[in-house]
């Protein structure tokens, strides 16, 4: 199951980076602030799936994270190129912390 996930993102970054190639209005920043999301979503699936947590952990953290990272995606397609004052970079950061919790969280709550 872990390889089909890391198969899809590995194939959704190609993707995006064709996309990114062919289409002249897609930014630099955006390509690869998307390339990073689908890679950082990809991996925290991947550990989720080496980890030996419950399936029902599995299963809710795989919707969580996959509607997340779409989420996340999205948002980095429409993020400004200027850091300053950019609120959409500041929520997919929070996206990744809240994850990167959320998955911290399951680890402990597995040991109990």
Known sequence: MKNI????????????????????????????????SILFSTGIIFTLYNRFLDNAFKAVFTFLFLASGFIRYILCLFASSH??????????????????LVFVLGLVLRKK
Do not use: K, Q
């Open 83 to 100: 850091i300053e004052n950019n609120w959409i970079i500041l929520i997919v950061t929070f996206l990744f912390f809240f994850e990167i």
């Open 5 to 36: 996930f890391v198969i899809g993102g590995f194939l959704a970054i190609i993707l995006n980076s064709l996309t990114g190639i062919v289409i002249s209005n897609y930014s630099f920043f955006n390509w690869i602030l998307a390339d990073i």
